[in-house]
């Protein structure tokens, strides 16, 4: 029988609490998989945000207070805790770094994280729990295995902890200037070499060099972050620190995203009820205003509206797309050309294109149940959920072959396969890729029997924990 460890996470969201998307995901689902039965001893560190809804901290209990030391600064710290589906949950208030509406996007989240990465500790030694393992995630952690070694690695108990950082896009990094080594870090001149990079303190960098394993979120990923496409100019540190590196699949929450539960749905189903599916489908296209045809395939994007999501690729043949027997449904927001370019669209072909220029989970969960296709021409993609969450609703993946996609689905075509693949960022061949999916859609026969599959396919977190166990023993042992 394997030995319970004790484990800390550290990170900066987590669902239910505050999320902004996949970290939060896997933070709200991962330990509890980890601590099922009292297999480990689990415990997770946020930040107390200001939007944490009422109705979580109405069961918080405050454990205590201390003082945290950023250099000459001195903050306080509240520690609450609330025990959530069998895992200890702490939260750390400051209300001068989180009493603020969101999480991210303001100048001084360096030293909005500094703080927390030092708290983490600071509560772990005042709590006198001092974990086998701290396992952090990105950057707004990863200053806490640097502060490990420079504050706690000697103190008496603290010298066996184990460190593991997982990256969930290396695209964000933790840069600041140099000057905030000693003046907010409180590192001495020593740690200048381990966090430079090209003339900034790089705390991804730092943390890949301390740490003792690093983890990505698919396998593809972690192979693909010795290439200077995808690792944002940290490639050369990847290939150095090589033999620490893993990839695990991101797994779901197979409860939350489940068709024959979700109150979000407007009709509940499983794989046996899929004319239910229809209904939805039915009721998606009258709530955006599309024609109710149950004939016609409605295609979903559910995404940030980012570079990296393959916009581009559709603003090269949307209008080819369009000539076909097709609606589309996009959900998300950011770059301003990609919003702008899908108001256009559907102001041209109301009929074929509904634009909902937001995030909204309820609302997403409406579109995966009533979509047939789910479309990620990503060109990275660390992991990716929602071709996950797509076909926990029977909502067929079209998808690019990189990353988390890569490992989660396979072609139609090749045995078992649970979508549709194509390989090259090249919009021509995601095109192809959406008319072989259509094709299929008007063979109501193989259609069904392809959403049956992908629906009972097992993305749950069961096989991705169980990874992560012989990571971590591998590392303790």
Not at 428 to 449: F, N, P, Q, S, V
Request: net charge negative.
């Amino acid at each position: 029988m394997r030995e319970q460890r004790k484990i800390l996470f550290a990170a900066s969201e987590a669902l239910p609490f505050a999320s902004t998307g996949g970290l939060g995901d896997v933070i709200g689902s991962l330990p509890m998989v980890l601590a099922a039965g009292g297999a480990n001893d689990v415990r997770v560190m946020l930040p107390f945000y200001a939007d944490i809804p009422e109705k979580y901290r109405a069961g918080f209990e405050l454990l205590g207070e201390l003082d945290v030391y950023l250099a000459w600064r001195k903050q306080h710290c509240r520690v609450y805790q609330l025990t959530y589906e069998g895992v200890i949950f702490y939260f750390l208030e400051n209300d001068y770094y989180y009493n603020r509406p969101g999480l991210y996007g303001y100048y001084d989240d360096g030293e909005r994280f500094a703080f927390f990465s030092k708290a983490v500790l600071a509560v772990a030694d005042k709590l006198n729990f001092v974990p086998d393992l701290i396992h952090v995630h990105d950057w707004q952690a990863a200053l806490v295995p640097i502060f490990y070694q420079a504050f706690y690695r000697s103190a008496a108990g603290w010298e066996n902890v184990k460190t593991m950082l997982t990256i969930h896009n290396i695209e964000y990094q933790g840069k600041f200037n140099r000057s905030v080594l000693g003046e907010l870090f409180g590192l001495a001149a020593e740690w200048l070499p381990v966090l430079e990079f090209k003339g900034l303190l790089n705390l991804i960098k730092g943390a890949i060099c301390v740490v003792d394993k690093v983890g990505t979120v698919s396998y593809s990923y972690s192979r693909e972050l010795h290439y200077a496409h995808f690792a944002h100019g940290l490639e050369n540190i990847i290939a150095e620190n090589s033999h620490k590196m893993t990839g695990i699949l991101n797994g779901i929450n197979q409860e939350m995203y489940n068709p024959k539960t979700d109150p979000a749905l407007f009709v509940n189903y499983t794989y046996r009820s899929l004319d239910k599916k229809a209904v939805n489908k039915a009721h998606l296209q009258q709530l955006v205003n599309l024609p109710e045809n149950p004939d016609t395939p409605v295609v979903a994007i559910i995404s940030r509206m980012v570079e990296a999501k393959g916009f581009d690729l559709l603003m090269c043949v949307m209008e080819e797309l369009l000539s076909e027997k097709v609606q589309f449904v996009v959900l998300g927001c950011g770059d301003k050309k990609y919003e702008d370019f899908f108001r256009w669209t559907s102001y041209k072909y109301p009929a074929k294109v509904a634009a909902l220029i937001t995030y909204d989970r309820d609302l997403s969960h409406k579109i995966y149940a009533g979509a047939d296709l789910l479309l990620m021409p990503s060109m990275v993609e660390p992991c990716g959920l929602a071709q996950m969450i797509a076909s926990r609703y029977g909502t067929v993946p079209i998808v690019r072959a990189t990353g988390g996609l890569r490992d989660s689905i396979t072609d139609y075509e090749s045995n078992g396969g649970n979508g549709f693949v194509f390989e090259n960022f090249n919009a021509h061949e995601m095109l192809a890729a959406i008319r072989r999916a259509l094709a299929l859609y008007g063979d109501k026969e193989a259609w069904t029997k392809l959403c049956g599959c992908v629906m009972r396919k097992d993305f749950s977190w069961k096989k991705s924990a169980d990874d992560y166990l012989k990571v971590y023993d591998e590392l303790l042992k």
